[in-house]
């Protein structure tokens, strides 16, 4: 009986190499298994540290040291730019798109960069055990959406204590993730803080995931992200009467460069000789300008694959890589078997 369990499971771990590379539902699963997988291992080493000092924002630091490594497993790369506005030592309430839970893999790539920084998450989030207890333990801020009184009484008590100790507030202000190649409505919550204590705004802006993730045909390629992050918005001398005003001003800011950066991450993507090449995150962050042949070299390498098909654009989108013609075709293109770069 031993040996046929042991034969059964060399079996299946020769097939595994095999069920990767030709099966793209496989893919998808086995590499947010390994994400969610890496982050809660993290989440049982880091606790005890973290309770040394409970509940402190420079707890995520750790955090993010030990979880941004995830990205290179699962093929995806970010690119910074604005760090001198996201590295200022100052309070202010980060607003940022929200397109799926690589968000925060993106946020661990950039939090040295934030230093003293917490985010606004979900109360459902903290009994996702181990995660939800060292999140509880590194500072995150959990509120219960559905109690509304509630929830204004806690972010109410945050919003003072991040203006004495200059910690940065970071928001989703859609409310929930949706990987549909655009930014919904905002919600005030966020704009509400920040002209209460008249700390700024700070507009953070992930490029679109939609040419390496679709969650409905489980897809997740290797992929190149843009995080943006924009200058920060003044609330000086803005009252209550000022947030409608101001949450639509920002949100324009973000759109615009919503499309710009994904309409360049697409030309990347789909046609690497022809477009300018996007840095590292290290190059980016130092402000080192990139090799741009090598990188349209290593971009055109990874594009060459022949049963690497497009997961949302038509040829028509990826020959003239305009956003609009993008998000046109988004719904009419169909996805093949795909190949991890």
């Known amino acids: 009986m031993s040996s046929f369990i042991e034969l059964l499971g060399l079996f299946l771990l020769l097939m595994l190499p095999f069920l990767y590379e030709t099966n793209h539902i496989f893919r998808y699963y086995f590499k947010f298994l390994i994400y969610y997988g890496i982050v809660s291992f993290n989440s049982i ?30 093929g995806l790369r970010w690119e910074l730019r604005g760090k001198e506005h996201l590295a200022k ?8 798109n929200h397109q799926s839970s ?5 946020m661990f790539n950039i939090w040295h960069v934030m230093n003293k920084c917490t985010v606004v998450a979900k109360r459902e989030l903290f009994y996702a055990w181990p ?3 060292a999140a509880w333990l590194a500072g995150l ?33 859609e409310g929930t993730r949706r990987n549909t190649g655009e930014l919904h409505p ?29 969650d409905k045909k489980k897809i997740l390629n290797a992929g190149r992200i843009v995080i943006t992050t924009l200058p920060p918005v003044s609330t000086e001398g803005l009252t209550k009467d000022d947030i409608e005003s101001l949450m639509e001003r920002v949100r324009a800011q973000m759109i615009e460069t919503f499309k710009l950066t994904s309409a ?16 590292p995150l290290s190059a980016a962050s130092e402000g080192v300008p990139p090799p741009g042949a090598e990188a349209a070299a290593v971009a055109a390498a990874a594009s060459s694959s022949s049963i690497y098909a497009p997961l949302h654009v038509g040829a028509a989108a990826a020959a003239s890589a305009s956003y ?18």
């Open 45 to 74: 080493v880091l606790i005890p540290a973290f309770l040394t000092r409970p509940c402190d924002v420079r707890n995520l630091l750790w955090a993010s040291t030990w979880c941004h490594r995830v990205t290179a497993l699962i």
């Open 89 to 96: 030592d100052q309070a202010c309430i980060i607003v940022a």
């Open 102 to 106: 690589l968000d925060v893999l993106g």
């Open 131 to 133: 995660f939800g207890l």
């Open 141 to 173: 801020i959990f509120i219960d959406r559905v109690r509304g009184e509630k929830a204004r009484e806690t972010l109410n008590a945050v919003n003072r204590r991040i203006k004495q100790q200059r910690i940065k507030l970071w928001v989703f202000p």
């Open 186 to 214: 905002f919600k005030k919550g966020a704009f509400h803080m920040a002209i209460e204590e008249q700390i700024p705004i700070l507009p953070v802006v992930f490029s679109s995931y939609c040419t390496f993730l679709n």
């Open 264 to 279: 360049e991450a697409l030309e990347l993507r789909y046609n690497p000789l022809k477009s300018s090449a996007l840095t």
């Open 324 to 341: 609009e013609t993008y998000t046109s075709s988004a719904t009419a293109a169909k996805a093949s078997m795909l190949k991890t770069l």
